[in-house]
Every structure is written in C-alpha cells, then in structure tokens.
C-alpha cells in the first residue's frame, strides 16, 4: 500500500463520516448525495492504486 492510496481512502472515509453527519442532522439532501458521490470516488480511486492488482 503506497502513500497515495491511503491518503485516499482516508479522505474517503473522512467524507462517509461527513455523510453519516450530515444525515443525522437533518442537512439538504443534495449536499449529502454531492458528498457521498465523493466519498465514493475516492475510496474508489484508493482501492484501484493498490499493488494488489498488478
């Protein structure tokens, strides 16, 4: 696992604790669907530059 990835899947999982926030507070629900399509990418992007797949 290099310094990328996890930079990235800690911003994912730092942003999918916003959502979970968020939603508890009752904010709009177009900033928690913007933030959660974050969340996703970028925990997507930190899965894909792991080693594991080469």
Same mark, same amino acid.
């Given at each position: ?10 911003? +994912? =999982?730092?942003? @999918?604790?916003? *959502?979970? %926030? ?7 629900? +177009? =900033?928690?669907? @913007?933030?959660? *399509?974050? %969340? ?15």
């Amino acid at each position: 696992m290099n310094g990328l990835s996890t930079v990235f899947i800690l911003l +994912g =999982l730092f942003l @999918l604790g916003g *959502v979970y %926030s968020f939603w508890k507070q009752q904010q709009p629900k +177009g =900033l928690i669907v @913007l933030l959660s *399509v974050g %969340s996703a990418l970028c925990l997507l992007a930190g899965v894909l530059r792991l080693e594991v797949w080469n």
